[in-house]
């Protein structure tokens, strides 16, 4: 049988020998095991309810359906204090109707709010946060309110982007993914974002205007991300291959393309320099104006 500790079941602790607190463990969240020709899994959702399920096989795509269920009805099955309720409701009818995400946040939690991505096998990780959305692509994005802090996951790669005011949060939410990718392309359970004094010392806007004329011979297809994923990683092409899931031969024809449209020689560290700031002022740009 296989046993999982941690997520959103976590926090009840089970007593060993005779409850001395010494013998004290994480409760397993989800266990699972094959008899005969069927497959059982079961899955803690409170400390008093569970989710279980028996599949006569097992799809490659099973670990998903099954997180996602897990996180749906832990949300709807968590006990919850009236008042937190009536908030996230208020909150979500706000959203819908149009209202700011300045306005929307201060009823889910104070500022400053960190976007967590992740990425792993099993139930979804909360970090003890109710405000948790799965993508169709298997990534978990987690919104943390001041006070809270993400931490390594058994089985989880996270990204984490800076605290941020609600404004700010596209911002932060795309720091995240990039957080997640170098966390995944170095293998690190956590990666934070670090954030860069220089783009304090320039006018946003006169930033982007710049990064506009400079990037624009690269169009709007693969080749920006890439160039911005390659010199995040130093110019590593495994690595920049892992992180975006595609062969090292294509890395290095999108380079390679780069430099030609840009006409520029990318092993130059001043030219490099360059086009990551003009990349991190782009992107900065387009987030605010989400």
Not at 122 to 127: E, K, M, Q
Not at 167 to 175: G, I, K, M, Q, Y
Request: glycine share 10%.
């Amino acid at each position: 049988p296989e046993v999982a500790y941690g997520g959103p079941g976590a926090a009840p602790m089970v007593s060993g020998r005779g409850g001395s607190g010494e013998s004290l463990r994480p409760r397993p969240v989800s266990a699972s095991d094959t008899v005969g020709s069927a497959h059982l899994s079961a899955y803690a959702l409170t400390t008093r309810a569970s989710l279980a399920i028996a599949t006569p096989y097992r799809e490659p795509g099973d670990h998903t359906i099954a997180g996602v269920a897990v996180v749906l009805l832990s949300l709807l099955t968590a006990e919850r204090q009236g008042a937190d309720e009536s908030a996230r409701s208020s909150a979500l009818v706000r959203m819908l109707l149009g209202a700011e995400a300045a306005e929307v946040a201060p009823l889910l939690g104070d500022a400053p709010w960190t976007v967590v991505h992740a990425h792993g096998e099993g139930p979804p990780p909360t970090l003890g946060s109710p405000l948790v959305d799965v993508q169709p692509d298997g990534t978990v994005r987690i919104l943390l309110p001041a006070g809270q802090e993400p931490a390594p996951q058994p089985g989880w790669t996270l990204g984490a982007g800076a605290p941020s005011q609600p404004h700010r949060l596209p911002v932060a939410d795309a720091e995240a993914a990039r957080a997640l990718h170098r966390a995944e392309a170095t293998r690190t359970a956590l990666v934070r974002h670090r954030g860069s004094g220089l783009a304090a010392l320039t006018d946003p806007d006169e930033a982007a205007a710049y990064a506009r004329e400079l990037l624009t011979p690269l169009g709007g297809g693969p080749l920006p991300g890439t160039l911005r994923t390659w010199l995040a990683l130093h110019g590593s092409w495994d690595r920049t291959a892992v992180a975006l899931a595609v062969h090292r031969n294509t890395v290095r024809q999108r380079i390679a393309r780069c430099a030609a449209l840009l006409d520029a020689d990318l092993d130059d560290m001043d030219v490099r320099t360059e086009l990551w700031f003009a990349l991190r002022s782009a992107e900065a740009h387009s987030g605010h104006k989400e």
